[in-house]
DNA sequence: TCCGATATATATTGACTCGATACATAGCAG
DNA sequence: CTGCTATGTATCGAGTCAATATATATCGGA
């Protein structure tokens, strides 16, 4: 699924312009999507001249002139096909998980250090997700569902952490040890 | 963490092709990193001018030529200087999740068949990092953590798609129909 | 009051990465 | 004997990101 498309499924949920798009990756997508200026503007544009979005400019006071982007007729069909023809793939790309396999090679308290920081940021996205679930009546079912799925995720990786974070430090350290004086 | 580091980190384990830092990726890093052939060769050369890395050329009978690459005692020290430098940062990207999040839009059948295939991936992935960590002796202490967290990850998911997938199609089944006859 | 941070807004550039492809050889299954 | 899988090196085009440029405005703190 390409930005063009996502950019497509954006404004099948009301117009926006191309920073407000940014916002949305952000805000409601940001658990499992992200999009920079960088392809988003040339998305529009593409999607602009094949006639899958129009735009009308607005000009506000004491807010430079905004491009505010519809999606046509032709673009929710042509989103609605692309939609029938993705795969279910996901991709994970993770530094924690690159730093802890490589953890012997960490002094002490940095790897104390990236296990809490891991620790802090699992919780806040998990109450993020809450906070989005709890606090939003317009969801559709399939939504809640992207929600359910993100909270389950980072309640169980929670718990692992909480549970398994401290004995990983003391067993890293054993294993140096170990690998030291043999 | 950008493809240079990876390598680096892949040869930190011991000297191998690219071919065989491919294979790497493929099997032991699957879970959390990937790389291509494309980014592969082009950190290898580069490492290799920066004297982290150096080659011998092996002749092979019935085989191509490898260059069989070695991390030097240089790259060995900045590996673990970038190490200590590298946030513990993740990144989700799912075309999974935008379906669902556009589930409305898709034919019963496909979603359906969409979350088959979901759960099928889930499971299988399941599968394979338990036999990793089940049939791997060599394995350090922080390797064993992050299988242990992938396969924390995949059984709660395992548990929600059963619990929630079939229900999931007769809520969206209903959404549509609300939306069409309000 | 002025400085820096934050927010709204469009747009581009360089660097990086992926997926596909090319080239070369060989074994194995149908 | 054709196609698939495997080992191996290498490049190219297309897509993407992070950073930056350019404007303007608000708001809080020094």
New interface residues.
């Given amino acids: 699924?390409d930005i063009n498309n996502?950019c497509l499924?954006a404004l099948?949920l009301g117009e926006a312009s191309g920073y407000q798009i940014k916002k949305m990756f952000e805000k409601q997508?940001s658990?499992?999507?992200?999009a920079s200026f960088g392809s988003i503007y040339p998305a529009l544009a593409k999607l602009t001249e094949q006639g899958l979005v129009s735009f009308r400019e607005e000009t506000q006071e004491k807010r430079p002139t905004k491009k505010v982007f519809s999606i046509t007729p032709a673009g929710r069909q042509q989103?609605?096909k692309n939609?029938?023809e993705?795969?279910?793939?996901?991709?994970?790309?993770?530094?924690?998980?690159?730093?802890?396999?490589?953890?012997?090679?960490?002094?002490q308290e940095?790897l104390t250090e990236?296990l809490e920081?891991?620790t802090a940021?699992i919780k806040a996205e998990l109450e993020t997700l809450q906070e989005i679930y709890a606090n939003n009546q317009r969801l559709?079912?399939?939504?809640r569902?992207?929600l359910?799925?993100g909270i389950?995720?980072n309640?169980?990786?929670l718990a692992?952490m909480e549970q398994?974070g401290d004995q990983?430090v003391l067993?890293?350290e054993?294993?140096k040890r170990e690998a030291s004086a043999p």
């Fill in positions: 699924m996502l499924g099948s997508f658990h499992f999507q992200a989103f609605a939609l029938r993705t795969e279910p793939s996901e991709q994970y790309r993770s530094d924690f998980m690159v730093l802890m396999t490589f953890a012997h090679l960490l002094p940095r990236v920081r891991q940021q559709t079912c399939g939504m569902f992207t359910e799925y389950t995720v309640q169980s990786l692992l398994r990983l067993e890293i054993m294993e």
